[in-house]
């Protein structure tokens, strides 16, 4: 601790000689915000449900060139977990008939319906130490996108002394741990408000490496949503020119756009020999996309995407979340949809033809993080034997992302039109399709049974409506 002390202490004495050009190439700044925390892992059951918590600390950057600069920060991150197990409802129960020879008389429903559902919260606090380098465009509305590492301690929610001293003791894992690390990416906007003031809003995404849930191997993530401000030393006029003078024209950046996009999808398992009934699962997509002008017709783009996939089972299987059926095993009437929720980074070439309005084409591949796995629905269980029987539905909302790979792979093309509005501003509306080269589901390490009959392949597509802005970023 006492070497962080040390630090900031320098460099608070660093940033009080503006008259330095090193001086001259920090910035300093605070933010607020808040997370939503998700957990990673091999989880197979319950739903993760997210809570808000509270993301704040202080920053220092460094401009290494006109480009690029490096970001470090001491921040504030709390981590706050809730699941919640299967809804038990109720549908019949009570004593066979003498002459009952497996009639299905008794699934009718009963307008008696109990319901019983179980609870648990886990809460962490966490003092995080982030180091990124950052991207970011030499015009007066910044756009910044960098990633990078965090070494996080845990102040909240940890073992007592005397339980660490019983594990050491016994040679035990202890859990949780002490402290985290992990990856983090970002992207942010900022714009001059005052001479050498700047105010920003970020997006964050952060995945922890340590587990910190035993029992379900379990490791902290989190999107966040960040406001603050950014404080540049150096002389008034240096500020003035940073802030709000247009210099001459960069021919590197005169080609740059950006455009925001949010849209609606419908998504699909599209594998040809797939066993079940599978159906679409609707979600929604939003992200923020970079273009580079190559020429007046050919743009080169990548960006971020946040998108939801999946698909719907309807059928009678042993598993919720695939097809899978024996005669030497019950099946049971499931009703479900997956829902894969991915980080999405795209690289397409773009085509633009006409001119009021214009047309275009893109195509291109991607690769998608996977973020969040969830399996929602229901399934009705049935139970008899010579004495009594027992019908129930159970509402399921399990986390499933241990039964797919973490990262898809794919193809992508669409078509659109743009339509001009205010200041070279232009209204994008289009139509997307997207398409997995290989399956998405996971392998088993060892197969308990082989089962007759089974799909063992899923593979993600979707059609996505976009909405979105192409906005100019040259000075």
């Known amino acids: 601790m006492k070497k962080i002390l040390q630090t900031v202490c320098i460099c608070t004495i660093l940033a009080t000689f503006p008259t330095t050009s090193f001086a001259q190439k920090l910035s300093f700044g605070e933010f607020t915000g808040i997370n939503f925390s998700n957990l990673y892992g091999n989880l197979t059951s319950k739903k993760w449900v997210p809570k808000a918590g509270l993301s704040s600390g202080f920053f220092m950057e460094y401009c290494l060139n006109r480009s690029f600069s490096v970001q470090t920060e ?34 009718t429903l009963s307008s008696n319906l109990s319901s019983n559902r179980e609870s648990n919260i886990w809460d962490f606090s966490f003092l995080r130490f982030p180091l990124f380098l950052k991207y970011n465009t030499s015009t007066r509305l910044k756009l910044g996108m960098g990633g ?82 950014k404080y540049t030393p150096g002389s008034v006029q240096n500020a003035r020119t940073d802030n709000w003078q247009q210099s001459d024209p960069d021919t590197s950046f005169s080609h740059v756009y950006i455009k925001p996009v949010i849209g609606l999808t419908m998504a699909w398992n599209s594998e040809k020999k797939k066993l079940g009934n599978y159906t679409g699962n609707t979600g929604s997509n939003t992200g923020l996309i970079v273009g580079y002008r190559l020429d007046k017709t050919v743009s080169l783009q990548t960006g971020f995407q946040f998108e939801r996939k999946g698909y719907a089972l309807t059928d009678t299987s042993l598993y919720y979340h695939r097809y899978v059926s024996d005669t030497r095993f019950p099946r049971y009437p499931v009703d479900t949809k997956v829902s894969l929720d991915y980080l999405t980074i795209p690289i397409d070439f773009k085509l633009e033809f006409g001119k009021r309005p214009t047309f275009y084409v893109d195509f291109g591949i991607y690769t998608g993080f996977m973020v969040n796995a969830i399996c929602q629905g229901s399934v009705i269980s049935k139970y008899s034997n010579e004495y009594a029987y027992h019908i129930e539905k159970i509402n399921l909302n399990d986390a499933v992302e241990g039964y797919f790979k973490g990262v898809d792979f794919g193809y992508l093309s669409g078509l659109g039109f743009q339509f001009p509005i205010r200041k070279r501003m232009k209204l994008d509306l289009g139509i997307h399709y997207s398409e997995s080269f290989n399956n998405v589901l996971n392998k088993p390490d060892e197969k308990l049974y082989e089962y007759a009959n089974e799909d063992l392949s899923i593979k993600n597509a979707s059609l996505s409506v976009q909405f979105g802005i192409q906005i100019p970023i040259t000075q």
């Open 148 to 229: 990078g590492v965090f070494y996080s301690i845990l102040t909240k929610g940890g073992t007592t002394e005397s339980e660490r001293n019983n594990a050491e003791k016994y040679g035990y894992d202890i859990y949780p741990p002490t402290h985290d690390w992990g990856y983090l990416l970002l992207a942010d906007l900022s714009y001059p408000v005052a001479n050498r003031f700047r105010i920003f809003v970020s997006g964050r995404l952060s995945t922890g490496k340590k587990v910190f849930i035993e029992q379900y191997r379990a490791k902290n993530g989190a999107e966040e949503l960040l406001f603050g401000i």
């Open 74 to 107: 001491i921040g504030l991150l709390t981590h706050h977990y809730g699941i919640k197990s299967y809804d038990y409802i109720r549908i019949k129960a009570g004593n066979l008939p003498a002459n009952y020879s497996g009639s299905s008389s008794f699934q």
